[in-house]
C-alpha cells in the first residue's frame, strides 16, 4: 500500500504512466464528443416548446458538471499534497485549476446565449447562474493566489488550503443561493421546471457528459506531464530524456 | 534547565493573546475608528448617488448597510496579522508551546470585539439616516453582530493566507468576498423579513449556524495558512 503510494508520487513513474494512459483518454474523448454533438445537435428531436435553441445543453450541461468537478478534484489533490506531501498532485492540481475556470466561463457564456431565446435576456440573477459566477470568482481567487508567491511550495500549500476552504464553502454558497433566488423572484421560468427529457434527448446529453470527462482528463494527464517535465528541469532522468531526443546531431557535429 | 519550560496552560497563553491584542488595537486607536468611519461615508455615498427620496432609500437601506458593513470588516482584515507579521511576533505565536489553533482564534476573537461589534452597534444610527422602517434596527444590529463574528473568521483565513505578501490588499478581496456571500444573503434576508414582518427568527439561527460552523473549521485554517506564510 505504501509502496503504491511512494511509486504514485514519483514524477517520473507518473510520467511514464500518464503516456500510456493519455492517448486512451484522447480517443475515448474525441469519439464520445462526435458522436454526442452529432446526434444532439442533428439527430435529437427539437423539444416543443424551446425549439432548437435547446441544443445548447449539450455544450452547457456538461461544462456546467465539469467546472464543480473539477473544483472538487483540486480540492482533493491538495489535501493529497498537504497530508502526502505528493508533489504530483500538487501539479496536477496548479493545471486543474485555469481548466476548472475556462469551463465555468464557458458554462456561463453558453449559458447567457440559452438566455436570449429563452427569457429574452443575456443574464438573469438566475440561482444557478449566480452560483456559478461565484465559483467563477473562487477559481480565479485560487489561480491568483498561486500567482502571488514567489516560493513554490508557499504557493502550492497556500493554493491547496485555499482550495479546500472553498470546496466546503460551495454546498453553503449554493443553497444559500438556492433559498436566496427562491425568496426574491418566484419561480417564473426556470430550466428545472421543464419537462423530462425524452431518451432521444437524454442518451446524447450522457454521452456528451462524458466526453467532456474523458476529455479532462485526457487534458490534465497532457498538462501535467509538461508541469513535471517543467519543474523536475534540473533532474537527471528529465535531462536524459530531453537530451536523449536532441542528442541524434552530436554536439561536435553541431559545430 | 528543560529547553521549553511551560509557564502556564493553555489558558494563560489564550488570555495573554487576548490582553496583548487588545492593548495593541487600543493604543491605535485611529486603526480601530477607521472601518468605522469608512462605513459611514460610503453610507453617505449612496443617497448623494442614488436618490434623497426616504421611501427608494428605505427599500435599498437592508441591502446598503450590509454591503458596507462588510467591506468595512473587509478593510480591517489585512491589518489583523500585518503588523505582528512586520516586527516577527507572529513567528513567536507559532514557536508557543500552546496550540496556534487556540491563539490565532483569540486574535480573530479581538479582532470582531473591536470591528465586528461596533460596526454592529453603530449600523442603527446610519439606518435611521437611509430611513430604515422601524422595528429592524435590533434585528439589523444583532444581525450584524452575528454575521460579522463569522466574516472575522473567514476573513481571517485569507489575511493569514496573503500576510506575507507584499501587496496582499486586492488578492485578500478577491479571496475572501466570494466565501463572505451566504453570510450576506442570510444577514441581509433577516432585516428584510424584518421589515416584512416575517419571523426573524429561522435567519438568526442559518447566521448562528454559519457562525458555529466557522468557528469549529475556520481556526485550523488560519493556523495552517499562517505557517504556510511564516515559513514561504
Known sequence: MWAFIHKLGSPKWFYGISAKLQPWFWAAAALLIVTGSLWGLAFAPADYQQGNSFRIIYVHVPAAFLAQSIFIAMAVSGLVFMVWKIKVADMAAAVMAPLGAAMTFVALFSGAVWGVP?????????????????????????????????????ASRAASVLAMVGVINIPIIKYSVDWWYTLHQPASFTLTSRPAMPTEMWLPLVIMVLGFYCFFIALTLMRTRSEILRREANKRWVQELVTGQVVKVPAEEAR | MPLREHNGGLMTAVKATLVRDLTLLLRRRGEVLNPLVFFALVITLFPIAISPDPELLAVIAPGLLWVAALLAALLSLDSLFRSDYD??????????????????????????????????????????????????????ALSLALGTASLSLIGAIGAALTVGLARGGVLLSLLVLPLY???????????????????VSAHLAILGALLAASLMLAPWAIAASLRISING
Not at chain 2, 513567528?91 to 491563539?103: C, I, K, N
Not at chain 2, 479581538?110 to 465586528?116: E, K
Not at chain 2, 451566504?182 to 416575517?198: D, R
Open chain 2, 87 to 140: 516586527d516577527g511576533s507572529l513567528e513567536q505565536l507559532l514557536l508557543a508551546p500552546q496550540p496556534l489553533v487556540a491563539l490565532s482564534l483569540a486574535k480573530v476573537a479581538v479582532h470582531w470585539l473591536l470591528t465586528g461589534l461596533p460596526l454592529a452597534l453603530m449600523a442603527p444610527i446610519l439606518g435611521i439616516m437611509l430611513a430604515l422602517p422601524a422595528g429592524s434596527y435590533a434585528v439589523l
Open chain 2, 181 to 199: 456571500i451566504p453570510v450576506l444573503i442570510f444577514g441581509a434576508g433577516a432585516v428584510q423579513a424584518a421589515i416584512f414582518g416575517e419571523g
Open chain 1, 118 to 154: 429563452t427569457w429574452g435576456t443575456w443574464w438573469m440573477w438566475d440561482a444557478r447562474l449566480t452560483s456559478m459566477l461565484i465559483l467563477l470568482f473562487l477559481y480565479l481567487g485560487v489561480i491568483a493566489l498561486r500567482g502571488a508567491f514567489t516560493s513554490r511550495d508557499s
